[in-house]
């Protein structure tokens, strides 16, 4: 009897476990990682995320997710993104990424040689039309290939309470 009831928890457990994960996440709509081949994003490689809404009343959080390594050798990162409606409005921003600090510690989560940032770039918006959106991401660094990039991708999650 004792056994059954350790395995009973030990099931519970797994369970809870299981459920945790699953839970810590349910505020994501959509979210999309394209890896860069050998770790250097050329800058014709535009990475393309497709998704399609129909709440257009909840306020979302839009993120940009970057994961390069630690030898990437520049503290920030510039990106087009480029934002295509189903309504056939489209935009091109610019926007700059800060990755480390002046004194070079890295921003976002390290684990070994590997820094994982994910960054707001609007929060508590909403899309105007339900349908089809289509962002890209390109580098707009100087150099034509940027080495040390392993990740880009884009997240759409319901926005969180403060």
């Not at 349910?26 to 800058?43: A, D, H, L, T």
């Not at 087009?80 to 989560?109: Q, R």
Request: net charge negative.
């Amino acid at each position: 009897m004792e056994k059954v009831k350790r395995n009973s928890w030990k099931l519970l457990f797994i369970f809870w476990i299981a459920g945790s994960m699953v839970s810590c996440d349910s505020n994501r709509i959509y979210e999309e990682n394209f890896s860069v081949e050998n770790n250097v994003w050329n800058k014709e490689d535009v990475k393309s995320f497709a998704f399609d809404i129909t709440d257009t009343l909840s306020p979302l959080d839009l993120f940009v997710n970057i994961r390069t390594t630690t030898d990437y050798a520049y503290s920030n990162l510039y990106i087009f993104l480029y934002s295509e409606y189903p309504n056939g409005y489209t935009d091109k921003d610019t926007l700059e990424f800060i990755l480390a600090e002046s004194d070079g510690k890295w921003l976002g989560e390290s684990s070994g040689t590997v820094v994982e940032n994910q960054i707001l770039i609007s929060r508590g918006g909403r899309f105007p039309n339900s349908g089809k959106y289509i962002f890209k991401i390109q580098h707009a660094m100087r150099e034509p290939d940027l080495p040390e990039i392993i990740d880009i991708g884009f997240r759409v999650a319901f926005m969180e309470a403060k």
